[in-house]
């Protein structure tokens, strides 16, 4: 099983970045998938989660209305499109199938970074 995580990188106030997972080794389409987030010294955070199907999506307080989480079945991936990004964003992002579940898996990261 991989999650691939891409896309992060530095961006500046107001900025905007999509980070992809590209995932392998299960069935994807039947897999909730997620994305998290953590600062250092802060608690992980679930940022936005979507269905299998991905007809519906969850998103946090904190970003609702500025992320929006998609994904292609085709092509075993699940995006995530950060818009008016602020510095309180900046975090190590996490691709997630499965939530916290028994066959739950997470990728290696993607750091963002959003500062002038």
């Known amino acids: 099983v991989q999650l691939v995580e891409s896309g992060g990188g530095l961006v500046q106030p107001g900025g905007s970045l999509r980070l992809s997972c590209a995932a392998s080794?299960?069935?994807?389409?039947?897999?909730?998938m997620s994305w998290h987030r953590r600062t250092p010294g802060k608690e992980r955070e679930l940022v936005a989660t979507?269905?299998?199907?991905?007809?519906?999506?969850n998103y946090a307080d904190s970003v609702k209305g500025r992320f929006t989480i998609s994904r292609d079945n085709a092509k075993n991936t699940v995006y995530l499109q950060m818009n008016s990004l602020q510095p309180e964003d900046t975090a190590m992002y996490y691709c997630n199938a499965g939530l916290y579940g028994p066959r739950a898996y997470w990728g290696q990261g993607t750091q963002v970074t959003v500062s002038s």
């Open positions: 979507i269905s299998n199907g991905g007809g519906h999506s």
């Open positions: 080794g299960f069935t994807f389409s039947t897999y909730i």
